[in-house]
């Protein structure tokens, strides 16, 4: 069968990949051939009179000794002629037109380089942060010399809005004074140019293999898709694969290909190619075939599953002494590597090769050294408050005559009362001396 790259005519020659392997074949074997195509350019299925047709068809009439060509090994074709080992392996898979299946960008697609999870992580993050700030900011002596008469500048409000000043990369008022504060706030602005980073890195990575990121993975995303119409070869195995098959997706893929088989049945892969380039139309057949096609073509692309693992043998009667022969020969050329060099030299590409790995929001687990810094750094900040604190009051204590713990509680009252009770301290001493 004349298909690019098995075989092909160029300058009145053939050639191609089983070309290559049958001049292999006869210089181990020492045989003579004559090359004939097929008369009705098929591989071999069986008619409704109940003959073959095709090659396998050739073959059992004894119009041909062997079929060369990329001929699925299947139970039926078993039955009425003999394989020899495969010489490629493949699978059933889906040819794609890249710009025909683009993912769509949802609303809120500025959110997807962190997973929920993170995103929940890190708002839990800000809000403990500036809550940190605000109560470092009240304990430390620094921040305000007599917490009875004076206001403190990191009240609640504050202190969000200095958390999210940081976020932005932007430096927002008030500024910390006090050792505890400024470790607090150093913390969180390591923290967010780090999580900038890392957000901005996986946003360019998604952006960059949006085209890679096919929303039809599976035959089930074909099915259930309505933009694009999908068949396969008339009258090839991969027809019958899916008539045959148990699976409710693959059934209903059969029953569409059935129904509309007039439409979406294709008669040669050069034609299929060319609908897939042209028309909003996926193509279903033997993946190495279709690796073939997006190593020509760099608008196409294959979709990542690939079902029903099978081989491509070179058919022979039943009774012909030349089957295992063949087959010896088969693995003596996949075991000296010829196989893959005839694979690597009809399947070069000259398009850029990109990563096909699945892109994924980045999860908590990978930022988790971040959000553990963070939780130091804040527990250092809390610390050292708690000292700041802690030393004035013992320097306060022998002045006044009282115990180190008592002024300390007094102080801390003091520093974590409303703005209310702060007004009626300063108003007291005035009424005083009224």
């Not at 710009?99 to 380089?113: G, I, K, N, Q, R």
């Not at 927002?172 to 969180?188: C, D, E, F, M």
């Not at 099915?223 to 396969?232: A, C, I, P, S, Y």
Request: charged share 20%; with cysteine.
């Amino acid at each position: 069968v004349q298909e690019d790259p098995y075989v092909m005519v160029r300058s009145g020659e053939l050639e191609g990949y089983c070309i290559d392997l049958l001049k292999a074949l006869a210089a181990m074997l020492h045989f003579s051939y004559r090359v004939k195509v097929v008369g009705d350019g098929q591989y071999g299925a069986i008619s409704p009179s109940g003959n073959w047709t095709g090659m396998v068809g050739e073959i059992l009439r004894q119009e041909a000794d062997i079929a060369v060509a990329p001929l699925t090994v299947t139970s039926a074709r078993e039955e009425v002629v003999s394989f020899t080992t495969p010489f490629l392996q493949t699978g059933i898979g889906i040819l794609l037109r890249k710009d025909t299946v683009s993912e769509e960008m949802s609303f809120f697609h500025f959110l997807a380089p962190f997973s929920k999870e993170t995103w929940t992580g890190l708002l839990f993050a800000y809000l403990l942060t500036c809550f940190c700030l605000f109560l470092v900011a009240r304990l430390s002596p620094c921040e305000w010399n007599e917490p009875k008469n004076e206001e403190n500048h990191f009240t609640f409000l504050n202190s969000l809005w200095f958390g999210a000043g940081a976020l932005a990369l932007q430096g927002v008022t008030p500024r910390p004074k006090a050792l505890s504060v400024r470790v607090v706030a150093a913390v969180w602005w390591l923290f967010t140019i780090a999580l900038l980073a890392a957000y901005i890195a996986n946003f360019t990575a998604l952006l960059s293999s949006s085209s890679e990121q096919l929303p039809i993975q599976t035959f089930e995303d074909l099915v259930k898709q309505r933009k694009l119409e999908f068949g396969t070869l008339e009258g090839s195995s991969t027809f019958y694969f899916f008539k045959n098959s148990k699976n409710p997706t693959h059934q209903m893929i059969y029953e569409y290909m059935d129904k509309r088989r007039g439409h979406v049945l294709v008669k040669t892969y050069q034609e299929a190619v060319q609908r897939v380039m042209e028309s909003n139309y996926a193509f279903i057949g033997e993946s190495i075939s279709q690796d073939l096609a997006a190593a020509r073509h760099c608008n196409l692309i294959r979709a990542p599953e690939v079902i029903g693992a099978r081989g491509f043998g070179i058919a022979t009667t039943h009774a012909s002494p030349w089957t295992k022969q063949l087959s010896v020969a088969v693995l003596k050329l996949r075991e000296s590597g010829d196989l893959d060099y005839l694979r690597n030299k009809w399947w070069e590409t000259s398009c850029l090769h990109r990563s096909r790995d699945r892109w994924s929001p980045l999860q908590p687990q990978a930022l988790g050294g971040l959000f553990l810094a963070l939780a130091v750094g804040l527990a250092l900040g809390v610390i050292a408050a708690l000292v700041e604190l802690s030393n004035k009051s013992r320097h306060a204590a022998g002045h006044v005559k009282k115990s180190c713990c008592s002024v300390f509680t007094e102080e801390m009252c003091a520093r974590l009362r409303i703005k209310g009770n702060t007004r009626q301290s300063q108003e007291t001493p005035g009424r005083a001396n009224a």
